[in-house]
């Protein structure tokens, strides 16, 4: 299950946050002297010992750019059995809030991430990111330390991508031939007809099928993408190596071998990173968790465990 839970981001940005794996539940026996007994842990099934529930760690999910939290269900789910593992809808995505009037820079949304933190009680926390959510991911490692005990950055390239890139998602962005009349129309033109898919990938077309919900006309995206080309127009011009080498805690670099982050680059972005590691997954492009998600949960496992 998920449980949704309310967070006031930067500028009083409403965000959903969402809790996946069950909450605990008192047991309904009482003691003769009224107390509620121990809840169960969401692994095992037992009671917890003394103070277990306060050590389960924290792990905040951040989805890319058009993600939602609901993209990292299946990962959350796994995790859940001994993390307490929280996925946002960054602002502008999901079901968050996209005021129009809304900062959408790289300061709103890393004050985001650290407001979930601080409001849902997770930190230290280990904070796990996709694309985007993973340069938030190191930028909050690097600002606010005592709220992050590790990050795993998952396909985001630290370089500076350029204005041509800029140029190419607003072409895209008016290619998609919306409203789409049914889902299997999103996984078909996302996942074989689009463009930019060089052979059929069905896991893309399930992604972006998430990514969309029924209007009175069809299926349309969750997100505004004007508001998604501002929120990468924040980053996009500018290189984040500075800051990935402030990240003081444990970091590791993941990459699907057929993803936009290269070998190269990875690799200096972990020689970068004071205690940085580095993790590829084969068989696998952008969308690494949607891809290869077995291969995925065995590449970050390791380093969830050390930590």
Aim: proline share 8%.
């Amino acid at each position: 299950m998920a449980r949704r839970i309310d967070v006031t981001g930067a500028d009083g940005v409403r965000l959903a946050a969402w809790e996946f794996g069950d909450p605990p539940k008192p047991d309904p026996a009482r003691d003769t002297s009224g107390h509620t007994g121990q809840a169960p842990h969401p692994a095992t099934g037992q009671p917890p010992g003394p103070g277990e529930q306060d050590r389960m760690s924290g792990v905040l999910l951040l989805h890319g750019l058009m993600g939602r939290a609901s993209h990292w269900a299946s990962t959350a789910r796994w995790l859940s059995g001994r993390h307490r593992a929280v996925a946002l809808d960054q602002r502008g995505h999901g079901q968050s809030d996209k005021p129009p009037q809304a900062s959408f820079t790289r300061e709103a949304y890393v004050e985001d991430a650290e407001a979930a933190i601080e409001q849902l009680g997770l930190g230290p926390a280990v904070l796990i990111g996709h694309a985007m959510g993973g340069l938030t991911a190191w930028q909050l490692a690097a600002k606010r330390p005592d709220l992050v005990r590790g990050v795993i950055i998952c396909d985001m390239r630290a370089s500076a991508l350029g204005s041509a890139s800029q140029r190419e998602w607003d072409q895209w962005f008016k290619s998609w031939p919306v409203p789409f009349a049914t889902l299997a129309d999103v996984r078909k033109w996302f996942g074989e007809d689009d463009p930019w898919v060089e052979r059929p990938n069905p896991s893309r077309g399930e992604f972006y099928a998430e990514a969309m919900h029924e209007a009175s006309d069809g299926w349309r995206p969750v997100f505004e993408p004007g508001q998604m080309l501002k929120s990468r127009a924040t980053w996009v011009y500018d290189a984040h190596w500075e800051e990935l080498a402030q990240v003081r805690c444990p970091a590791l670099v993941v990459r699907g071998l057929d993803g936009e982050l290269g070998r190269a680059e990875a690799q200096e972005m972990v020689r970068v990173l004071p205690l940085g590691e580095y993790a590829e997954i084969a068989d696998a492009g952008h969308l690494v968790h949607y891809d290869q998600p077995e291969g995925w949960r065995a590449a970050i496992e390791p380093f969830l465990n050390a930590l």
